[in-house]
């Protein structure tokens, strides 16, 4: 008799065993996956350091979601999102030039522009990068501690982000997402001069992130990575604490990532000049 039993793929098998412990750990909720397999368009982001963000390009960012928003299936925030200056350990002391509340009413907004040129069903996750870190960092001294859970909100309760619909990811060293079967999105560990290739050859997987504020690519037989810019303005006095000499080689960019029905991926990498790129012949 011919074994007509479906077999499952690596990937649900791994799932269905995590589900199993999940299980047995007395855990009642459901488990949550970080893949996201659908084919289809996923926008790609990074560093956009609001409210210090590059306001043309993000409209520009905008208009192609709105132009594409029928093939989009993935909006993936990849780490500072937030500039978080006003706890930053960079302002530690000093009297800053803005506030919590100015950055998170800066950052609901923009979510909400972005909300608008997506579709409802569009997968979308926020992984926090160290600007987000710094919250935590914030309480945990001691006098902040003492403030309690939930005073001061932390960028995820702030932005609403689960009310949004957005996967949240909070480990901004150990969290990742993998789109397809290859890809995995982080917001990125390394800052030496060869970053992507010192990713890949650290997780020995397709690895992209934004971490650095570079554009780079490395390509090693199957395995690529792929460094993808800043969306923030190169030019705004919230990077008064990077160096001329560091913020000369930082680039302007994001990612357009096409995943196949096979689970493959296929990555656009898109550099911004003066405020402006281009994609499929248009000009944002």
Same mark, same amino acid.
């Given at each position: 008799?011919?074994?007509?039993?479906?077999?499952?793929?690596?990937? @649900?098998? %791994?799932?269905?065993?995590?589900?199993?412990?999940?299980?047995? &750990?007395? &855990?009642? !909720?459901?488990?949550? +996956?970080?893949?996201?397999?659908? $084919?289809?368009?996923?926008?790609?982001?990074?560093?956009?350091?609001?409210?210090? #963000?590059?306001?043309?390009?993000?409209?520009?960012?905008?208009?192609?979601?709105?132009?594409?928003?029928?093939?989009?299936?993935?909006?993936?925030?990849?780490?500072?999102?937030?500039?978080?200056?006003?706890?930053?350990?960079?302002?530690?002391?000093?009297?800053?030039?803005?506030?919590?509340?100015? @950055?998170?009413?800066?950052?609901?907004?923009?979510?909400?522009?972005?909300?608008?040129?997506?579709?409802?069903?569009?997968? !979308?996750?926020?992984?926090?990068?160290?600007? @987000?870190?710094?919250?935590?960092?914030?309480? $945990?001294?001691?006098?902040?501690?003492?403030?309690?859970?939930?005073?001061?909100?932390?960028?995820?309760?702030?932005?609403?982000?689960?009310?949004?619909?957005?996967?949240?990811?909070?480990?901004?060293? @150990?969290?990742?997402?993998?789109? *397809?079967?290859?890809?995995?999105?982080? #917001?990125?560990?390394?800052?030496?001069? #060869?970053?992507? !290739?010192?990713?890949?050859? +650290?997780?020995? #997987?397709?690895?992209?992130?934004?971490?650095?504020?570079?554009? %780079?690519?490395?390509?090693?037989?199957?395995?690529?990575?792929?460094?993808? *810019?800043?969306?923030?303005?190169?030019?705004?006095?919230? /990077? $008064?604490?990077?160096?001329?000499?560091?913020?000369?080689?930082?680039?302007?960019?994001?990612?357009?990532?096409?995943?196949?029905? &096979?689970?493959?991926?296929?990555? +656009?990498?898109?550099?911004? /000049?003066?405020? +402006?790129?281009?994609?499929?012949?248009?000009?944002?």
């Amino acid at each position: 008799m011919p074994n007509n039993r479906y077999r499952l793929k690596p990937d @649900e098998e %791994q799932l269905l065993q995590d589900y199993r412990r999940h299980k047995q &750990n007395g &855990n009642a !909720k459901a488990i949550v +996956t970080n893949k996201y397999n659908t $084919s289809g368009i996923h926008i790609v982001s990074g560093c956009h350091h609001v409210p210090a #963000h590059n306001k043309k390009l993000f409209n520009g960012l905008l208009n192609l979601c709105d132009d594409l928003r029928k093939d989009i299936v993935g909006f993936h925030l990849i780490g500072d999102f937030l500039d978080m200056a006003s706890i930053s350990r960079h302002s530690s002391g000093m009297k800053g030039n803005t506030t919590l509340t100015k @950055e998170y009413k800066a950052g609901n907004d923009a979510l909400d522009m972005i909300d608008s040129v997506l579709e409802d069903d569009v997968h !979308k996750t926020y992984i926090w990068g160290n600007h @987000e870190d710094w919250y935590n960092q914030y309480m $945990s001294k001691i006098d902040n501690a003492k403030l309690g859970k939930g005073v001061i909100k932390s960028p995820t309760e702030a932005l609403a982000l689960h009310s949004r619909n957005y996967d949240v990811y909070e480990d901004w060293k @150990e969290d990742k997402v993998t789109i *397809g079967r290859h890809l995995d999105l982080m #917001h990125g560990i390394y800052c030496n001069i #060869h970053s992507a !290739k010192k990713h890949i050859d +650290t997780f020995r #997987h397709s690895v992209m992130f934004a971490h650095t504020h570079r554009v %780079q690519t490395f390509i090693e037989g199957n395995v690529g990575g792929f460094n993808i *810019g800043t969306m923030c303005d190169l030019d705004s006095k919230a /990077f $008064s604490y990077a160096s001329r000499a560091m913020k000369s080689k930082w680039n302007n960019g994001f990612a357009i990532v096409h995943i196949d029905d &096979n689970g493959r991926y296929y990555v +656009t990498q898109i550099l911004a /000049f003066e405020d +402006t790129f281009y994609y499929n012949g248009k000009r944002y």
